[in-house]
């Protein structure tokens, strides 16, 4: 018997109260809601009446027409899910202190561990780096639009043998991470995942710290002789979340978390600073807006002077800015207000320095403000 004809059941009302009453079954829900019921009651097109059985007093309905439409929810919307933008690099050793082996291994981890990523032109880009005695850019951000394609690319790469300079190959991650003319974005975050087998010819210390100062989240996975203080050290914190040490044969275990942790990266949860330098920084927070329900104003003044606040107003649909023209070794206070016209948004703080930065190939921010 279908759902329209069997007795006691109405294919329009849901689990609850109400579709109890109605005697409905899970199997006959439409995916209506209670409110829009009881307002197509309140049109005349159906009436709930008493009557009684051998379990005692039930309720029945009577009802002329199709089933009612389910209302719009009174309650706005918020923004629209997006996938996550982001330039993810992957630092593969391709030296010759990893054996073919290890490297086929490697190079299989990275495809599956890229291929469900959403990768795309308004989501996330990826290019890949080897390190050996000179860095090697495998393909750049913006030659491959899919998950698929890059893991393809992955596998085909070949390894490049020499030394294992990791130190130079950081700092030439750090200007493709931040040039344009390898595909790299402004505004969106950064992300580095470096897979060695633990050792190198230079110091990383370095050439990492100034990647963390602007604002990459670093990765690391060993599979080999490490340093855990100074991998440690290196990775972003907390190392827990960020280092990881396995068996070369047991990467496809870490493959779900390490992917999860990237994603978790790409997504801002709250107003933060990136691409530090010593007259600036980029601003980024989460979409608490649409271009329809309202605006932001950001201000920003030093800690010591509040009254001296700067001020820009910006769309709904803004996630970033960059501040230019600050002064060197100065806290300055971060404001992020949002002017919803629909539902109320708490503002977001920050308290940041600019600092020192050996980056000369970032992309410059947008005009000061005002």
């Not at 990136?274 to 800690?303: C, H, I, K, M, N």
């Not at 820009?312 to 971060?334: E, F, H, I, K």
Request: proline share 10%; net charge negative.
């Amino acid at each position: 018997m279908s759902p329209e004809s069997a007795p006691g059941t109405w294919p329009g009302c849901r689990a609850g109260i109400l579709s109890r009453a109605l005697g409905c079954h899970p199997q006959h829900l439409w995916g209506g809601t209670e409110q829009a019921f009881r307002a197509y009651l309140g049109k005349g097109k159906c009436q709930l009446r008493e009557s009684s059985g051998p379990g005692g007093p039930a309720l029945g309905v009577g009802c002329l027409g199709a089933p009612p439409e389910a209302e719009p929810s009174p309650l706005p919307p918020g923004p629209p899910a997006s996938a996550p933008q982001g330039d993810l690099l992957f630092l593969l050793d391709s030296s010759a202190s990893v054996s073919h082996y290890e490297f086929s291994r490697v190079r299989e981890f990275l495809g599956q561990l890229a291929a469900p990523l959403p990768l795309g032109p308004e989501a996330l880009h990826a290019s890949l780096v080897h390190v050996g005695s000179q860095p090697h850019t495998e393909f750049p951000f913006n030659q491959h639009s899919s998950g698929a394609a890059v893991q393809d690319a992955i596998r085909a790469a070949a390894q490049r043998m020499g030394d294992t300079n990791t130190g130079l190959a950081l700092a030439y991650a750090k200007e493709q991470l931040f040039a344009e003319a390898a595909g790299a974005r402004p505004g969106v975050p950064k992300v580095l995942v470096w897979v060695t087998d633990g050792g190198s010819s230079d110091p990383v210390g370095p050439p990492m710290q100034e990647l963390k100062d602007l604002g990459v989240t670093i990765f690391i996975v060993s599979t080999g002789r490490g340093n855990l203080l100074e991998l440690s050290a290196a990775a972003s914190a907390p190392a827990q979340k960020h280092l990881h040490f396995v068996d070369v044969d047991d990467l496809h275990i870490i493959a779900r978390e390490l992917r999860g942790s990237i994603l978790d990266a790409m997504r801002p949860q709250h107003l933060h600073a990136s691409e530090v330098t010593p007259s600036g920084f980029r601003l980024a927070w989460p979409p608490l807006l649409t271009a329809d329900s309202g605006y932001y104003v950001l201000e920003v003044a030093p800690s010591a002077e509040p009254g001296t606040a700067r001020r820009q107003q910006l769309p709904g649909n803004a996630t970033d800015w960059a501040w230019d023209g600050l002064d060197p070794d100065t806290d300055y206070d971060v404001v992020l207000v949002p002017e919803s016209n629909v539902r109320l948004v708490r503002p977001q703080h920050l308290r940041r320095r600019p600092g020192r930065s050996a980056s000369s190939s970032r992309t410059p921010g947008r005009a000061a403000c005002e």
